[in-house]
Structures are given as C-alpha cells and as structure tokens.
Nanobody
Framework: QVQLVESGGGLVQAGGSLRLSCAAS????????MGWFRQAPGKAREFVAA????????YYTDSVKGRFTISRDNAKNTVFLQMSSLKREDTAVYYC?????????????????WGQGTQVTVSS
C-alpha cells in the first residue's frame, strides 16, 4: 500500500505557473504508474496527466497539452505536475493517484490509491 500527499497548490493569476508535488510513502515507488486528476466544483473528476513507472511514457488531456508537464523522481518517491500558462478553467482540486502496473492508466477507476488533494485557484 502507498500513501500519497500532494502539495504546491495555491492562488495564482491567469498566465502564471505552479508546480504540484505528490510524495509517496514506501520503497516501491518505481512499481507505480502515477496520475494527476482534477475536480472543479460541480464537475466530475477528470484526467489531467499520467506517467509510467520509469517516466518513459507520459499522457495528457488535450486541454493541458503544451502547458502542463508531468515528471517523477523515483529516488525521492515524488511525482510533479508543472503547470504553466494557467487559465481560470484550470481552477480545481488536484489529486495524484497511483497504481502498480506497467501500463499508464488514464481513468480514475483504474487507480488504486489517492491523495487528499490540493486546491489550485486561478484568478483573472
């Protein structure tokens, strides 16, 4: 089992940047594919980005391509989401998720473990 703790959220102006971090417990972090999801008020949780166990493969939802970058540091048991050119519609609670798999899940139902979330608010 793994525990996930997100950090790095906050209030930022449109066009600005934030970097989210997700720290994982345990010694087998490199066995987990990792994902970032977000949930805005009144909306369903949506996929944002995912990364394979060793960072070889990454995937993004279309609305963040070219603006967000997912990466991981397996030595530090941490996955990151660098967010740039932020828009008001990026406002949401951001969650990281994990699953032991060689694949790269892109739906919430495929992930086993979740963090508590970190709020990102983009103001105009």
């Amino acid at each position: 089992q793994v525990q996930l703790v997100e950090s790095g959220g906050g209030l930022v102006q449109a066009g600005g940047s934030l970097r989210l971090s997700c720290a994982a417990s345990g010694r087998t972090f490199s066995t987990y594919a990792m994902g970032w999801f977000r949930q805005a008020p009144g909306k369903a949780r949506e996929f944002v980005a995912a990364i394979s166990r060793y960072g070889v493969s990454t995937y993004y939802t279309d609305s963040v391509k070219g603006r967000f970058t997912i990466s991981r540091d397996n030595a530090k048991n941490t996955v990151f989401l660098q967010m740039s050119s932020l828009k008001r519609e990026d406002t949401a609670v951001y969650y990281c998720a994990a699953r032991i798999t060689p694949l790269v899940p892109k739906t919430a139902a495929e992930y086993e473990y979740w963090g508590q979330g970190t709020q990102v608010t983009v103001s105009s």
